[in-house]
């Protein structure tokens, strides 16, 4: 599978932005996709997971200000992002796995398939 996120960018606090994943392979309807990030010098934290086209899981920290969807016949994941804040700033990342089960899914490590990344700086 290949993931390709994009969409960040620089924006003030309170702005919002639309990150895309856009995958390839064997990206299928029932596959989990999870949004990741990194700031600096931080270890990648859970942002928000689709588990296999059904429930969406969201980090406490973004719940209520970011969601996830995503548009299978264009085997495209987003993650809309609203209210930032400059707590936000990292690397996003996307990544999908086709075995993830469902108390995994916060881990880095259970996913084998990894797009890019995309930065978001939020300024205060």
């Known amino acids: 599978v290949q993931l390709q996120a994009s969409g960040g960018g620089w924006v003030q606090t309170g702005d919002s932005l639309r990150l895309s994943c856009a995958a390839s392979?064997?990206?299928?309807?029932?596959?989990?996709v999870t949004w990741f990030r990194q700031a600096p010098g931080k270890e990648r934290e859970f942002v928000a997971s689709?588990?296999?086209?059904?429930?969406?899981y969201y980090a406490d920290s973004v719940k209520g200000r970011f969601t996830m969807s995503r548009d299978n016949a264009k085997k495209q994941v987003y993650l809309q992002m609203n209210s930032l804040k400059p707590e936000d700033t990292a690397v996003y990342y996307c990544?999908?796995?086709?075995?993830?089960?469902?108390?995994?899914?916060?881990?880095?490590?259970?996913?084998?398939?990894w797009g890019q990344g995309t930065l978001v700086t939020v300024s205060s």
């Open positions: 990544a999908l796995s086709n075995r993830v089960i469902l108390s995994s899914i916060r881990a880095p490590g259970s996913y084998a398939s």
């Open positions: 392979g064997s990206f299928v309807v029932s596959s989990t």
């Open positions: 689709n588990f296999r086209n059904a429930n969406t």
